[in-house]
């Protein structure tokens, strides 16, 4: 299949304005420079960055309010990981579905819908007085959140096509998409402990409802797709069984190993599923997910480069937030504190480095070099000790993890939207968003199976099971989940910089190899 939207050598145009429709049309350029963008896109980035920080923030805030939910719902062990279970299987099966919906029926539609939806959602979350309704709001919350994302990175996609705005835009975008889950165990931790776990929900309401007074500094829908909107119900349908198979699968290995018969069954049953959608992909007029989106080399590293990243975010959110509050005994508001230097390095990768250098050099010399950071500073996380010191154990750790995500995040979220046609711009948002649900999910299920093997052999090899004992079994456990950690983002930093192309500038903007309009090479 050929991927239109690619220059012959498989070179790209410089990030930046880069004028031109079908060749033998008249039309005027479709992108503007500074002067004639979008007026109010900087305000409309507060209200962006908004819904974006809510969605974030709802991933670690309700890991740190789900104790204090289990006690007050008497939930069971065994049922309390659906409370996280709903949220990720509704949000990570839904985003394609969610972007094409944008595209189809308007961006700034389906942000405010999403929203509201959201807010919705959580009110009733916040709310429930059992498990059903609890289960019931988060499963809402995912089906909101799956058409907001995607929404809300295309607005930003279309709004800012200048390459130094858009550097700086999607600078702060993916500073809140990398940091905000960090910020997440300390609201968390002081809602929970000041006020009820309920807030954890609840404080969703407020900031949704200021992000929806954005309405009017975002640009106005226009219909990209012309005509009727057709849906390639097919696709979708594979889609969403595939990636609720996989998504499944991965949640259910954690509690019951790899070589589970319903683990395997699950995965191999979303892989199938996975691999027909492509099939049908190609062969369908009006495919959910247009094979061209992916198959680019440097959109396609990106959203490699989202997925493998997560697993190092994953693995210092998890393991970290038990060793600091079962090992070293942290209350949950001094746990959130002690991940502050996370986010620190997270704006200082993204925002002061990522921004400035993202329209001057090629977006794998900044992911590739951030896998490495990330993977240096999970690899310092493997001498843990249950007496190691905070500040020469994991605070390094933190910043060099938190900094390496910013280099990525930025630039990755930047190239996930570059080059495509106007009316794929919400499908392609959701595929990156989608790289982050599986690379989180799978990573998360991967890190945990090696880290609780680890801790039931040295369990079984040291007894009695004393408190000095247990603590040092965790932490040996949490050792071996970072080695692995580290690895993968070592490898991933090899794989996305061979993958990744690097855009030059066009020789000449007007001249054009499609027989169709191409989008803006947003970049």
């Known amino acids: ?134 289960l019931t709001a988060r499963a ?32 702060v975008f993916g500073a809140i998409a990398a940091g905000g889950g960090a910020l997440g165990l300390v609201l968390g931790g002081l809602l929970t402990e000041y006020l009820d776990w309920r807030w954890c929900l609840y404080v969703n309401v407020p900031i949704a409802v200021a992000a929806v007074f954005g ?62 959608f492509v099939v049908v992909e190609r062969r369908v007029s009006t495919p959910l997910l247009p094979l061209r989106v992916v198959l680019d080399r440097t959109r396609g590293g990106a959203y490699l480069a989202v997925g493998l990243a997560m697993v190092g975010m994953f693995a210092m959110f998890l393991f970290l937030t038990y060793y600091l509050q079962t090992v070293k005994d942290y209350s949950a508001v001094v ?26 050099v090629p977006p794998r010399a900044l992911v590739a070099p951030g896998l490495l950071l990330a993977a240096a500073g999970a690899a310092w996380l493997i001498p843990l000790e249950p007496d190691s010191s905070y500040a020469a154990g994991v605070l390094p750790a933190e910043l060099l993890v938190g900094m390496g995500m910013g280099l990525v995040m930025a630039p990755a979220m930047n190239y996930a939207t570059h080059g495509v046609r106007p009316e794929d711009t919400g499908i392609a948002s959701a595929s990156v968003t989608t790289a982050q649900q599986i690379g989180g999910s799978i990573g998360t299920a991967l890190l945990n199976t090696i880290a609780a093997s680890t801790t039931s052999d040295y369990l079984s090899a040291h007894r009695p099971p004393t408190p000095d004992v247990a603590r040092q079994a965790l932490t040996e456990g949490f050792s071996d989940a970072f080695v692995a950690a580290s690895l993968i983002l070592a490898a991933a930093a090899a794989v996305v910089g061979a993958l990744m192309n690097t855009p030059r500038p066009s020789r000449d903007a007007n001249a054009r190899t499609d027989a169709q309009p191409m989008a803006p090479h947003l970049g």
């Open 140 to 171: 809402l919350q995912g089906v909101f959140a799956a058409l907001l994302a995607p929404s809300a990175l295309s607005l930003l996609a279309v709004m800012f096509t200048e390459a130094k705005e858009r550097a700086k835009a999607f600078g």
């Open 1 to 134: 299949m050929s991927v239109s939207d690619r220059r012959p050598g498989g070179s790209f145009p410089e990030p930046g304005p880069a004028p031109g429709a079908a060749r033998g049309t008249t039309a005027a350029p479709t992108d503007q420079p500074p002067t004639g963008a979008h007026p109010r896109r900087w305000l409309a980035l507060l209200f962006v960055g908004m819904a974006q920080l809510m969605i974030v923030l709802d991933i670690t805030i309700v890991n740190i309010a789900l104790p204090s939910a289990q006690r007050d719902l008497a939930i069971s062990a065994g049922d309390r990981q659906w409370v996280i279970t709903a949220y990720t299987l509704a949000f990570g099966s839904l985003l394609l579905f969610g972007g094409r919906i944008a595209d189809y029926t308007g961006r700034r539609r389906a942000f405010v819908i999403g929203l509201l939806g959201f807010a919705g959602a959580s009110a009733l979350g916040g709310a429930a007085e059992n498990l059903g309704m609890l």
């Open 215 to 276: 309405w009017y500094a975002l640009p106005t829908d226009t219909r990209t797709g012309g005509g009727r909107a057709r849906f390639d119900i097919p696709g979708v349908l594979l889609a969403v069984s595939g990636l609720v198979a996989v998504v499944y699968g991965c949640s259910e290995a954690e509690a019951d190993g790899w070589g589970s018969g319903r683990v395997l069954g699950l995965l191999a049953a979303g892989v199938l599923l996975l691999a027909v």
């Open 335 to 360: 746990t959130g504190v002690a991940f502050l230097p996370l986010t620190a390095g997270v704006l200082l990768g993204a925002g002061g480095i990522a921004t400035r250098l993202l329209p001057k």
